[in-house]
């Protein structure tokens, strides 16, 4: 059974970049056919895909987050992580990792989320 876990900071100030890392046990992010992807959900709105990266290394992401997105890995710590740049307020929300096997849908696998807020 594959577990993902969410860490970074909790609180970041406007104009910075936001870092998170998903750590996954029970799983390797190497398998063939996986899509591991960061979504967000801010207050009183609804969940927002905001990219993947796949078990080769490919990434994709959602066009209206695409110019201030990047995911990253590293294999050897079986882990992913996103970086937001230049963030506001707007991006207040909780940071969810999850796996896939279609991009952007059928979600199987979800960390349980971590709070961030965007403040200063």
């Known amino acids: 059974q594959v577990q993902l876990q969410e860490s970074g900071p909790g609180l970041v100030k406007p104009s910075q970049t936001l870092s998170l890392t998903c750590t996954v046990s029970g799983g390797s992010i190497t398998i063939n056919n996986y899509y591991w992807s960061w979504i967000r959900q801010p207050p009183g709105k609804g969940l927002e895909w905001m990219g993947a990266i796949t078990y080769d290394g490919s990434t994709y992401y959602s066009p209206s987050l695409r110019s201030h997105t990047s995911i990253s890995r590293d294999t050897s710590k079986n882990q992913f992580s996103l970086q937001l740049s230049s963030v506001t307020p707007e991006d207040t929300a909780v940071y969810y990792c999850?796996?896939?096997?279609?991009?952007?849908?059928?979600?199987?696998?979800w960390g349980q989320g971590t709070q961030v807020t965007v403040s200063s």
């Open positions: 999850a796996r896939s096997t279609l991009l952007e849908t059928d979600f199987g696998s």
